[in-house]
């Protein structure tokens, strides 16, 4: 069993933190293999941000698949750009507070989550990414939960005001994606 | 041991900390810049120095002459930057300086894209420098590979007393992935490497022409160069029993993947999912890139085999000549390609083994 | 008998010299070598020689050395001494080796203050290739590359590496000595003895920027070089003491 994710947003949004944390979990649990390969660029801020995580029971044979299981859409220029990637039957997450595209297929699975204003009424725009992280481990449960909180808190660690927010913002994903199930 | 997840930059600096490397010497470029910031903040912790050169060119120098006299010593730079560390490279060898460095290579030629690629594999394997010298060029396709042959590759230099390359591409350089790290080699071990190295580093000596350090990148006499390079070329051939080579599913295979670095990796996971389909795929993965492993070619069975799919990032193709002298002739060699920056395809790399089987 | 003069043992005594009649290579290697002794620095000497008539000593000094390639002695050094700082080491370079392919070197160890020490061999010329024109070369001196001589409008002045290197904070010893007289020899020597103190006193970068000849590739004999010396080098090149910190 692989999964391949792609998480694509702007610059700002946290994208690659969100798939750090995931890999980091992944590492983490012990039992499956994973890789976190960041698309980058020349500039150091501003346009788009992305990355590809893979998941993997058996060795990740490429860090960057051609096709993807599952696709997190932090912005509109992002949906564009990757959708054509999405597997027949794979699922989009999606932010559903700024991205107000047409999906133009009906072939996949759609998750819409609106994190950015979920993140503002939590009071800290910048959780965003670990409500959306939330959403797609409640939906997947590609890494257990508890795992992945457990991961969040010790990277949280230095920080540890910032833990309360995160806990809720993460469990506010968490129960939004296991109610799209 | 636990594994942790480690960006292969800087899992290749902490697998250099941990084989004794006290000295690091680096200037900034795209995509390895997470190895000189490594070891600014690594080195200090164990006894260590770090230098921010002012070029790639000062930076091989100062590795030059950390490691001349007598500390495990590294730099690191990308394809461009690689170049200009050539002159530095041939002296090491020349001077028989041992030391490690690694390129984490990007598109080219000229400053080509700061994206992954692997257009250097001629100037890693043939010529990374004047004068024709050689070294062990190691080619890692995962981060837990970059991490071992790291750790590995100041022994060999040390053994040898010649530059040893790690040759990894873009992607290896920048992924995040699991891995168990070495051991940590103890102050006491570190020192007692140092103190191997002590009859010839350039360190200070008791006035004695004949026992003196002499570290010479050259020399006057025709009949004393002619000797360097005939002991260098003994030191070449013994590296026959160094090879390393993954070897995959070869014996019965209809179509063979050639490919080194993250390429091989992905044509393993091509071999995985066509053998599932039933189709007879098989891989030959060169670890050791230079010593090349030609013999590995003969455990294909040609009279089964439709041919031979050359999968790299370069354009044009570069490895495929090593490919090419080690089937001589005995199947026909495909060729599946990227370049640019762009990162070798799966669907690509299966489309092209189909047409293979298929023929 | 009271012996007053040996030679020192630091140059091996079976070695023929290859240097040109009147070049002061021999004169300068001469000198380091009795600094050495005079310090008891011999057994920690590990010396770093540049490219070019530099680089012939590597033969004759029986003290540890290397060779850089061309321009980079200072970052070899400073490889060397970061890693050993017990180590007493100095390059010898020459102006094409320091003050042209190896500004970069030159200038940035020089600005990190390294610990290390310098000696600058500056005769306005390139040696061993034959005569080309050097950054040092004087305006409407001839080289090999400068047929009608140095222009200023096409090749532009001489450097002047003392004192473009006291632009710097870091540096603590810049001094400029000659061997056209002996009480230059002996100046610098002294100057030789102070850089190598205070690299033992860890006061940084100090260099020892020397005016010679080169008899053969000036056109000169011996004594004419002397003379062109104290007529046109040092009016360019004045003597003495740029920075002492």
């Known amino acids: 069993m692989e999964t391949n994710l792609c998480v694509a947003g702007f610059g700002g949004q946290g994208v690659m933190t969100l798939g750090k944390f995931l890999a980091s979990a992944t590492c983490d649990s012990t039992d499956k293999n994973v890789t976190f390969f960041p698309s980058y660029g020349a500039e150091q801020r501003g346009g788009t941000a992305n990355c590809f995580v893979v998941i993997s029971d058996e060795m990740v044979g490429a860090p960057l698949g051609d096709v993807m299981d599952d696709l997190i859409v932090m912005n509109g220029p992002s949906l564009q750009k990757f959708l054509p990637t999405l597997k027949k039957g794979g699922t989009l997450f999606i932010n559903s507070s700024i991205v107000s595209d047409q999906i133009d297929r009906d072939d996949v699975k759609v998750v819409k989550a609106p994190v950015t204003e979920l993140a503002l009424e939590m009071g800290n725009a910048k959780v965003l990414n670990v409500i959306m992280l939330g959403v797609y481990v409640g939906y997947t449960e590609v890494v257990s939960p508890e795992v992945v909180w457990g991961t969040i808190e010790h990277k949280l660690a230095k920080k540890a005001k910032l833990l309360p927010l995160n806990k809720a913002a993460f469990e506010k994903g968490l129960e939004i994606g296991r109610s799209q199930k | 041991m636990a594994r942790v997840l480690m960006k292969g930059c800087e899992a290749i600096a902490e697998a250099a900390v941990r084989a004794g490397c006290r000295f690091f010497a680096g200037y900034p470029i795209t995509p390895q810049n997470e190895i000189p910031e490594y070891f600014s903040r690594r080195l200090p912790e164990v006894g260590g120095t770090f230098v921010q050169g002012e070029s790639e060119v000062a930076s091989v120098n100062m590795v030059y002459g950390a490691a001349s006299a007598g500390t495990r010593s590294m730099t690191s730079s990308s394809s461009p930057g690689i170049a200009l560390k050539s002159e530095g490279i041939s002296y090491c060898a020349a001077a028989r300086i041992p030391m490690v460095y690694a390129n984490i290579s990007r598109g080219g030629p000229g400053v080509g894209a700061i994206q992954p690629a692997q257009q250097d594999y001629f100037q890693a394997t043939k010529a990374s420098g004047n004068g024709g010298f050689e070294m062990m060029v190691l080619a890692p396709a995962t981060v837990q590979e970059a991490v071992d042959l790291t750790y590995a590759a100041f022994d060999y230099a040390d053994r040898d007393r010649n530059p040893v390359l790690i040759l990894a591409d873009g992607v290896i350089g920048t992924m995040m992935e699991p891995v168990e790290l070495p051991e940590m080699k103890s102050d006491e071990e570190v020192a007692a490497i140092k103190e191997s190295k002590k009859s010839w580093a350039c360190i200070g000596h008791k006035l004695d022409y004949a026992n003196r350090a002499w570290i010479q990148p050259g020399h006057w006499l025709t009949d004393e160069m002619q000797k360097a390079n005939e002991d260098a070329e003994e030191m070449y051939k013994s590296w026959e029993k160094d090879i390393m080579v993954e070897e995959y599913m070869v014996e019965d295979a209809e179509a063979v993947i050639a490919a080194y670095g993250i390429s091989g990796r992905i044509g393993k996971s091509v071999v995985d999912i066509l053998r599932k389909e039933g189709k007879k795929v098989g891989l030959i993965r060169p670890i050791t890139v230079h010593p090349f492993p030609y013999k590995s070619f003969d455990k294909i069975d040609y009279s089964k085999c439709k041919g031979i799919l050359d999968v790299e990032m370069s354009i044009p193709a570069q490895f495929v000549k090593d490919v090419e002298v080690a089937v001589k002739g005995r199947c026909p060699i495909d060729t599946c390609l990227c370049s640019g920056g762009n990162i070798m395809s799966r669907e690509a790399v299966i489309e092209a083994v189909n047409k293979i089987i298929e023929k | ?245």
Request: hydrophobic fraction near 40%.
């Open chain 3, 1 to 245: 008998m009271e012996l007053i003069y040996s030679r020192t043992k630091t140059i091996q005594e079976d070695k023929v010299s290859g240097f040109c009649p009147g070049c002061m290579h021999s004169t300068v290697i001469k000198l380091i070598g009795e600094v050495l002794e005079e310090m008891d620095l011999v057994e920690k000497a590990a010396c770093v020689l540049g490219i070019g008539c530099c680089g012939l000593h590597m033969d004759y000094i029986a003290y540890d050395n290397t060779t850089a390639p061309h321009g980079r002695a200072c970052a070899v050094a400073t490889g060397m001494k970061r890693t050993n700082p017990d180590s007493l080491v100095f390059t010898y370079q020459g102006d094409g080796d320091f003050a042209s392919i190896g500004l970069a070197e030159s200038m940035s160890a020089a600005n990190r203050g390294e610990n290390i020490t310098v000696i600058f061999i500056n005769n306005g010329i390139y040696g061993m290739t034959g005569g080309q024109m050097a950054p040092t070369t004087l305006i409407g001196m001839k080289a090999s590359t400068a047929p009608k001589g140095r222009i200023a409008e096409e090749h532009g002045y001489p450097m002047h590496m003392c004192e473009i290197l006291n632009q710097l904070t870091a540096p603590a010893y810049l001094v400029r000595t000659s061997c056209n007289t002996p009480a230059n020899v002996i100046k610098t020597k002294n100057a030789i003895k102070k850089a190598f103190q205070n690299q033992l006193d860890g006061k940084g970068f100090s260099m020892v920027e020397i005016v010679t000849s080169c008899p053969t590739n000036w056109g000169l004999d011996p004594l004419d070089s002397l003379k062109f010396i104290e007529e046109k080098m040092l009016p360019e090149f004045p003597l003495g003491v740029i920075r002492d910190k």
